[in-house]
């Protein structure tokens, strides 16, 4: 039984703790924290996830969005809220860790304040979207923009590689759908995000700027950042290893839990773990 203790940084963005000390890793969470209101029990259920796949013993916070981000939402405000997160809450250089979304902007702080990421891990992610993942954030903006709730979580019901796990989320859609929706966030919020992402201005050469020791961890197949762009990351990163994980999708991190948990404890062992 771990304990997650749940709270705010800025007054704003939520975040979920599990274990102590200044050397936890931080972790910024995937697109469902802004999708979704940023309720503790939503936060604890993903804390609860990550628990399964990161190495044994791993302090770390989650940490969300903020749910009434201002008009001018952007990567680079989104990257100084981190940034000063980790200055007045983590030893530095820190360990940061992006999940899907949240591993663009987890590149953008690494290649914005170099000084304070030692270790980043972008996991079932990348620096931007591939060409397919930019359409699929269109189409989920337009959505978004006329409120069709059904057809924005439809989207989702197809991200598995398993068959029978994309059936049970439309079994559940069907017959979970007002409570599903209810938890939503507001469509402005997730309009924002999802257009702050496209308008993503990290180049190969400010990912050269990215000293952190790095690891990419996805699935070959992932409709959001498949078509190369894992790959162009770690040639634009120096040093950076990649493990993609053949014919594996966006949910590589919930359908191989137990090799990722196995390559982010191998690679935490020996590069991202090591001394800097």
Known sequence: MHNIETGLFLGRLPFAKVGRGLESLLIINGGQGFMMKPEPSR??????????????????????????????????????????????????????????????????????????????????SAHGFSADGKKLLTKQIQLAKAEQFHALLEEFTTVFRRPWLNLLLRFRLRFEERRLIARMGAPSTIVRYLEAMLDNDVTKEGLRDISARTLILGGERDQFFGGGMMEATARAIRGAKLTVLREETHMAPVERASDVSNTSKNSFDAEIGAAP
Do not use: H
């Open 43 to 124: 936060l604890e259920k993903d804390a609860g996830r990550l628990i399964r796949i990161l190495p044994s013993g791993t302090s770390f916070v989650l940490i969300g969005y903020d749910p009434a981000p201002k008009a001018d939402l952007s990567l680079e405000g989104m990257s100084r809220d981190i940034a000063e997160i980790i200055g007045a809450n983590f030893k530095k250089p820190a360990g940061l860790m992006g999940i899907s979304y949240g591993g663009v902007v987890a590149t953008q702080v690494a290649a914005r304040y170099p000084d304070l990421v030692g270790k980043l891990i972008l996991l079932a």
